[in-house]
């Protein structure tokens, strides 16, 4: 008896089975097969009218050419409405085939954005097609992991969205929310503290869209490859990271309150960052971490250094807006970044490139920021009233010193080879509009000297807001690498002069392009201008040294301008409000 | 009705048998996953346990043996008492502490993520002993970056040399393990 209960069950389970499979492929076939019979329907009565028009023609008497007319035109009439509903049926078939994977509380299929991405990514290497993880108005507290390298998924060119109930794309980002708090991951399987609202790893064309996320543990948006391992002596030989991250975009996502990053990609071969906003970060809200070579080997030194990518990929960041962060972009050893149209307002600073050990392929180089509103990086997080506080430990010991993020600056190069910082408005940061120093291995800032202040290019930005509202000095350059120009910046550009040894015009040449410098022929250290560091005042604020070691580091401040600055609409009409922790006591 | 069910009959039968061989083949996958000789069970835990998935084996339901192989799992997987020694290693912003270390088979690896970490890092194997395994060395490095909060333990059971790197911060983040009989 309980065999055959047994056996009935699972004819029963089969059944069930069965219909579920069938009923599932139905609808994308229905529509397509009743495209086909439409088809052969409106082929039919195209035919029909046609040989209905015809006998028009041919009819002898005047009564039989007015009822062929009118056959005619009825035929004709069927014949169009027929193909209207052929178009709109061709229209519905589309939107089947175009596969969604719905998210939200209740009623969809999926509850959890991980699930729904899991599930499309198993569809995506199934049927060779890409997916769309629709995430409707909602919270959700997730951190969701997706690992290009999982050989049961394919993710690459999966989109994930916020979209409206309707299931259409949603402009308002912040109706869709990624909660961070109480968060969990899963990781092979097991439960993890959140630490990234989505990580993407070792994808190709992964699409976010449209999500707020906030509260995360490290970053919101995180899209990294492996890179392959340096040779070590106890390693000489790694082996090859067949990993590959790239062409990613960031579109209309909001991130605030994370204890690091924003938006943030890693040894990825380009992709974009645009429409997107982000406050309240311990470290950037954008950022592009080492950007690979098409060579291992790359550097830019020797006789004749060729460029880290033949065809460069670029990552194209545009019409964001980053405020309140301790640096507004940073990028390490970043390459190929067109910085346009984007606002970067009330953080430590504002646009940040860097050269580091920690990170391959130094430095940072070939960079163009363009079009950008660059004001008010006067906020220091090292005060009392900060709303956000800094992830950094400081930047380590230089010449002895222990140095900090600056504050109070509008572009901060750092050891950087070729940026161009041209048509930006910048105006109202209190230290410095613009600033551009190396990385000396002398004083222990690099190993290799890889970090020198070399061929970039100030030109055409507005500073000041034409005297409104102006930067404590418009440039400081430190005089070492070589190269570098600053022309047609204004009105009334001002200059951090030095100690008077060099000339103005030695310090910021003012004729562009100069011939450009090669590594090995220029140094990262120059005493002369007193610029880099004053020897015999080595707390000199006026010196990048004496001012990144103020000690306490909120004591930076005690040498800005103090000036007021008045309100400022963009040319888009927006307004800005300007926020500041509280004001230092200065001894 | 009773011509219709024939006709059916061989196609519901032929379903009905891939649904129960997807269901057992299923369940040698559940179990594989939990590795005794890892696990650093007694023997007679060992013993214990296979009996008791002997009898979740049995079980017609698939859920229902699933849900059984998962509690015994759960509950030896507890009891387990992991072989060898323990040395921590620190995972700090940009570097690992200590960078170089020596251990004996069977001994464990804990990385610990520190506290007070700015930067997202991993533990990624670069190179081990030639006769490491494709799934051993995906086993020895983690999936996603972390950043705090976090440790990862590994047990090695081969000898020779592992070399260890985090592949966000490959400039300067490297580490050797030497194992030794």
New interface residues.
């Given amino acids: 008896m309980k065999q055959r209960l047994?056996?009935i069950v699972?004819?029963l389970?089969?059944?069930l089975?069965?219909s579920f499979a069938i009923s599932g492929t139905a609808t994308a076939a229905d529509a397509g097969t009743s495209a086909t019979k439409l088809e052969k329907r409106v082929k039919k009565a195209k035919k029909r009218a046609k040989v209905a028009c015809k006998k028009v023609r041919k009819a002898k008497s005047k009564r039989a050419r007015v009822k062929a007319k009118k056959r005619c035109k009825t035929a004709r009439k069927k014949a169009q409405k027929l193909r209207k509903k052929l178009k709109k049926q061709r229209a519905k078939q589309k939107r089947y085939n175009a596969q969604f994977f719905d998210v939200c509380q209740r009623g969809c299929k999926f509850r959890s954005i991980q699930q729904a991405a899991d599930a499309a990514g198993a569809w995506q290497l199934k049927t060779k097609r890409k997916a769309t993880v629709r995430i409707q108005p909602g919270t959700y507290v997730e951190g969701v992991?997706l690992?290009g390298?999982n050989p049961a998924y394919d993710y690459n060119g999966l989109t994930i969205m916020g979209v409206k109930k309707d299931k259409t794309p949603n402009p308002d980002a912040r109706a869709v929310i990624l909660e961070g708090k109480d968060a969990k991951?899963i990781?092979?399987g097991q439960p993890?503290?959140a630490?990234?609202a989505i990580?993407g790893?070792s994808i190709v064309g992964l699409k976010m869209k449209n999500m707020w996320a906030r509260n995360y543990?490290?970053?919101t948006f995180?899209v990294?490859a492996?890179?392959?391992?340096?040779p070590?002596p106890?390693?000489p030989n790694?082996?090859p990271?067949t990993e590959r991250c790239a062409d990613y975009v960031m579109d209309n996502l909001v991130s605030s309150d994370t204890?690091?990053y924003g938006l943030f990609a890693?040894?990825c071969f380009g992709g974009k960052m645009i429409n997107s906003e982000g406050w309240n970060h311990?470290?950037s809200a954008f950022y592009i971490?080492?950007t690979p070579c098409d060579s291992e080997a790359w550097t830019n030194k020797g006789d004749n250094p060729g460029p880290c990518q033949a065809n460069p990929k670029w990552t194209i960041i545009k019409n964001v807006k980053s405020h309140q962060n301790v640096l507004g972009y940073s990028g390490t050893n970043s390459k190929y970044v067109e910085i346009s149209d984007s606002a970067f307002f009330n953080n430590g600073a504002g646009i940040v490139p860097n050269t580091?050990?920690?990170?391959?392929f130094?430095p940072n180089g070939w960079l163009v920021f363009k079009n950008n509103d660059i004001f008010w990086n006067n906020y220091n997080y090292y005060s009392t009233g900060s709303e956000f506080q800094t992830?950094?430990?400081g930047l380590g010991k230089v010449a002895g010193e222990t140095v900090n993020y600056p504050i109070g600056i509008g572009i901060v190069l750092f050891g950087s080879d070729g940026v161009i910082s041209e048509g930006n408005r910048i105006f109202g940061n209190e230290k410095w509009g613009a600033m551009s120093f190396s990385a000396p291995g002398d004083f222990g800032a690099n190993d290799g000297d890889d970090g020198k202040n070399m061929n970039n290019v100030f030109k055409d930005n507005e500073l000041g807001r034409g005297g409104a509202d102006p930067n404590g000095v418009d440039f400081l350059n430190d005089a070492t690498g070589g190269g570098n120009c600053w022309v047609n910046n204004g009105p009334n550009p001002t200059y951090q002069p030095g100690n008077g040894s060099m000339t103005l015009e030695q310090i910021y040449p003012s004729t562009c392009p100069t011939t450009p410098v090669l590594n090995k022929d220029v140094s990262s250290l120059n005493l002369t201008a007193g610029l880099q560091a004053d020897l015999d005042n080595i707390m000199d604020p006026n010196t990048v040294l004496g001012y990144a070691a103020q000690s306490p580091p909120q004591n930076m401040e005690c040498s800005w301008l103090g000036n007021t600055h008045p309100p400022y609409t963009d040319a888009k009409g927006h307004t800005y409000e300007m926020k500041r922790a509280d004001p230092v006591v200065c001894p | 009705m009773n011509s219709s069910l024939k006709k059916r009959l061989p196609g519901?039968?032929a379903?009905?048998l891939?649904?129960?061989a997807v269901g057992a083949a299923g369940a040698p996958t559940v179990t594989a996953s939990t590795d005794a000789s890892v696990s650093g069970l007694t023997k007679a835990q060992k013993k214990a346990k296979a009996k008791a998935l002997k009898k979740c084996k049995k079980k017609?339901a698939a859920k229902a043996r699933k849900k059984c192989i998962k509690k015994v799992n759960k509950k030896f997987a507890a009891k387990a008492k992991p072989k060898g020694k323990t040395k921590r290693v620190d995972v700090l912003?940009?570097y690992f502490t200590p960078a170089?270390l020596t251990i004996k088979r069977g001994d464990w690896v804990n990385w610990v993520w520190g506290n007070?970490n700015?930067?997202?890092h991993n533990v990624?194997l670069?190179?081990g002993p030639a006769s490491l395994t494709a799934a051993e060395k995906y086993k020895l490095s983690t999936?996603?970056?972390?950043?705090?909060?976090?440790s990862f333990k590994r047990q090695l059971n081969k000898v020779g040399?592992y070399?260890f790197?985090c592949?966000?911060?490959?400039?300067?983040?490297?580490m050797?393990i030497q194992v030794t009989k």
């Fill in positions: 047994g056996v699972g004819i389970a089969a059944f089975l069965g992991f690992d390298r991951t990781v092979d993890q503290e630490q990234n990580e790893r543990q490290s970053n995180f990294w492996q890179t392959t391992a340096k070590t106890q390693n790694p082996t990271s204890r690091s890693r040894n311990g470290d971490g080492e580091l050990d920690s990170e391959k130094e992830v950094s430990n | 519901i039968l379903t009905g891939v649904a129960l017609r912003d940009d170089e007070e700015a930067n997202a990624s670069d190179s999936a996603n970056a972390p950043q705090r909060n976090y040399q070399n790197y592949s966000l911060h490959a400039g300067t983040m490297y050797t």
